[in-house]
């Protein structure tokens, strides 16, 4: 099982990412995903989920409005999009799927 995040980078207050999210291994579009994200110094914290159909989702409340979830069973990926980027959004996001982690990747929101 794999599963490899890309997306991350620095952006300023107020501005969008996408998260991406490529999955390999097992069969995708059976499981549920999920995006966590973990700040210097605090707990590791569940972001969004999706259904293994892509028909249900759910946000923290913190992000709820401003963070969408989406996926494409056809290829494998889970994406995150991200607009009205606020400081309290760096962290590293981390991709789970099938009890598996992915290695991180980094969002720095900044001026």
């Known amino acids: 099982v794999q599963l490899v995040e890309s997306g991350g980078g620095l952006v300023q207050p107020g501005g969008s990412l996408r998260l991406s999210c490529a999955a390999s291994g097992f069969t995708f579009s059976r499981y549920a995903m999920n995006w966590y994200r973990q700040a210097p110094g605090k707990e590791r914290e569940l972001v969004a989920a999706?259904?293994?159909?892509?028909?249900?989702?759910n946000y923290a409340d913190s992000v709820k409005g401003r963070f969408t979830i989406s996926r494409d069973n056809g290829k494998g990926t889970v994406y995150l999009q991200m607009n009205s980027l606020k400081p309290e959004d760096t962290a590293v996001y981390y991709c789970k799927g099938y009890s598996s982690w992915g290695q991180g990747t980094q969002v720095t929101v900044s001026s």
């Open positions: 999706i259904s293994s159909a892509g028909d249900i989702t």
